[in-house]
């Protein structure tokens, strides 16, 4: 008997499916999201440990960060043995909204990645507050370098819209798998009083 392909106009979906069977297919690029660190006292730093080797790309993403002080925002990532505190190296660039001018940023041993504030101030002030998304690759590999992609939209001290965005890595003759993050005013006397930090796995 031969096969006869119908096709339908359309599907109601006022009505009530039920679907039996197993979905296959690429899910590549969804974001799981880890957990969510939420500050809701000073602090100086927050972390993620025990980071394994479920994904191969790792995201944090910050909402409504806001420091007590002026200061800058960074990270840096280790092992349980400490965080690798010298090797970031990052080029990039700044700029705030009250004029055009693009800074250029760059940095071959810094003992963090910082990703405000190289040029201008930012914390203090009322309301003064930044969002970030960063982006960590390789993290667990034992060969290539960790590399990071940032973006940070930020108030800076005269009340300004301010942006970076920089990419970078960790230097490592022998690269080893890190499986902890850590961000805020790493070195500096400024805390974070609110923000939600989130990190996410990213599938591939």
Partial sequence: MPFT???PDGIDLSQTFAFTGTVTGDNGGAWNKISTNTISSAVNTVEWTGIDDTYKVYVV??????LNADGGV???VGTSSGYSDSGYRYT???SVGNTTAINGVGNQSANRFSITGNHY???GNTNESANLVTWFYNLRGTSGHKTFVTHTAFTEGGDNHAQSVMTGRL???SPTAKDRIQFGNIGGGANMDIGDFTLYG???
């Avoid at 993403?61 to 806001?66: G, T, Y």
């Fill in 92 to 94: 990039g660039f700044e």
């Fill in 202 to 204: 990213v599938l591939q």
């Fill in 74 to 76: 960074g990270f840096r």
């Fill in 121 to 123: 101030n930012f914390g």
């Fill in 5 to 7: 392909l119908l096709k």
């Fill in 61 to 66: 993403v910050c909402n409504n960060m806001q």
């Fill in 171 to 173: 230097y490592e003759v």
